[in-house]
């Protein structure tokens, strides 16, 4: 269970507008195995942040506009990058950054978070489709493949950010724009089962979830 802390008793870890390297519209954030933090920025660019806050490096860039990041248990970062409708996978020890999903061109239109399931082997990609109106879905790519499918196909208002359950059974999504979050379970073949609104009339707009879970390479 993770504990709330309360506004007045944050501080600020890392201050992007005043380092050599300058931090743009940081976006999304995952936590390598050595504690250093990595996160998108709006033209593209993929920053890793020492642990302790001491500095910030550019590592890559596409040039496209990084929304969700997330680690595989091998030490890969997959990107959704929106300005391509894209799924991209940077190795860190190299900084070579290459295209991971293999979709026909504009198939995905806002690739939005990406969801690791490292026992199935799939990675799962929100697609927040348009601003405008619902649209699907969910895609799933194999992880070994980068080959992938359209897997929940039913239409959400702006698919954003996901978790999967602590069992690896239930992928829980953001809809921003419905202002819920919906749980979709996955059964044993790993296809999609029940859905269930989990939360509704949430006050504001539901972006950004995450979980705690590290790679795990060093």
């Known amino acids: ?3 709330l802390v309360p506004l007045d008793r944050a501080a600020v870890f890392f201050d992007g507008g005043r380092s050599p390297v300058r931090l743009r ?3 999304c954030v995952a936590i390598d195995a050595a504690g250093d933090v990595w996160c998108g920025g709006e033209s593209g660019e993929i920053y890793r942040i020492d642990g302790d806050g001491s500095a910030l490096e550019l590592v890559a860039s596409s040039n496209g506009a990084t929304l969700g990041i997330a680690f595989d ?3 890969y970062l997959y990107v959704c990058d929106a300005f391509v409708g894209a799924v991209d996978r940077l190795d860190p020890r190299s900084g070579e950054l290459r295209r991971f999903a293999r979709v026909e061109p504009g198939a995905m239109r806002i690739p939005n ?3 690791v399931d490292t026992r199935r082997g ?3 990609v929100s697609d927040s489709h348009s601003f405008d109106e619902a649209g699907p879905g969910i895609w799933r790519f194999d992880l070994a493949t980068g080959n992938g499918e359209l897997w929940y196909s039913e239409p959400l208002r702006f698919a954003n950010a996901m978790a999967l359950s602590a069992d690896g059974n239930t992928l ?4 921003t724009f419905a202002r819920r979050v919906i749980a979709i379970e996955i059964d044993d073949r ?3 089962g029940e859905k269930r609104v989990v939360v509704e009339r949430v006050e ?3 972006d950004d979830s995450r979980s705690t879970r590290r790679a795990a390479w060093s």
Not at 172 to 175: F, L, T
Request: hydrophobic letters at 45%; glycine letters at 8%; a negative charge.
């Open 113 to 115: 978070f990406p969801v």
């Open 122 to 124: 799939y990675l799962y």
């Open 73 to 75: 248990e091998f030490g």
């Open 204 to 206: 504001r707009l539901p």
């Open 190 to 192: 790993g296809a999609t």
């Open 1 to 3: 269970m993770t504990a």
């Open 25 to 27: 519209h940081a976006e």
């Open 172 to 175: 829980y999504v953001a809809e």
